[in-house]
């Protein structure tokens, strides 16, 4: 089945620890990637976006991704966490199917960052 | 500019009750979208309106579910009756298409209980 995996579902770190959140999908053909991130009690914010061009996506807070097409991947990054990180991380891709824009979200990464 | 509204933010309702939300989404988005996020998963599609007509409704239990978007700015998504199941976070987002590429901004979301 066509799908949006995470396979990290619960992370936890020390701050100042490095990130790498893991986000594969399973759709051939041209894809848009995001990260959202949803903070304790707050909504969905967009944290960076891949249309096309340079694989390496920066985003807002220091966080980056990189899109790698031949692993079908879109791992988000940072290299130093901070504990105002924590949070939960939904990868999400948006292909277009059936003339209309579909966005699939992975199930979420826990992030958990102790100070 | 101002996000995407929604309200209420919580309802508890008994099952087989029924119960609306409402979500008036950013100026100038033409698209909006209903998602039901269940604890633990990520966001998944109920039901896609371009202006005041469905796009997609193909996830929407329509036996309980409903949605209208009038005048294609505010929506609201019914639901009656309503289930145990049902309970669950409601997510409106609108998005905005730039050179053919969308992004989707979300509202704070209704958490509905159903007890």
Redesign the interface.
Known sequence: AQS?SQHNHHVILSEAASLELGCNYSYGGTV?L?W?VQYPG?????LL?Y?SGDPLVKGIKGFEAEFIKSKFSFNLRKPSVQWSDTAEY?C?V?RRLYN????I????TRLQVFP | EA?VAQSPRYKIIEKRQSVAFWCNPISGHATL?WYQQIL??????LI?FQNNGV??DSQLPKDRFSAERLKGVDSTLKIQPAKLEDSAVY?C?S?LVRQG?????????TRLLVL
Do not use: M
């Not at chain 1, 707050?42 to 967009?46: A, K, Y």
């Not at chain 1, 209309?100 to 966005?103: F, G, H, I, M, R």
């Not at chain 1, 979200?105 to 979420?108: N, V």
């Not at chain 2, 633990?40 to 599609?45: F, N, S």
């Open positions: 949006v848009n995001f959202y707050q909504h969905l914010q967009l976006k249309f939904f999400a948006n209309t824009d579909k966005l979200f992975g199930t979420g | 996000g979208y633990g998963q990520g966001p998944k599609l896609q796009v997609d997510l987002a998005s590429r969308e992004t989707q901004y979300f509202g704070p979301g």
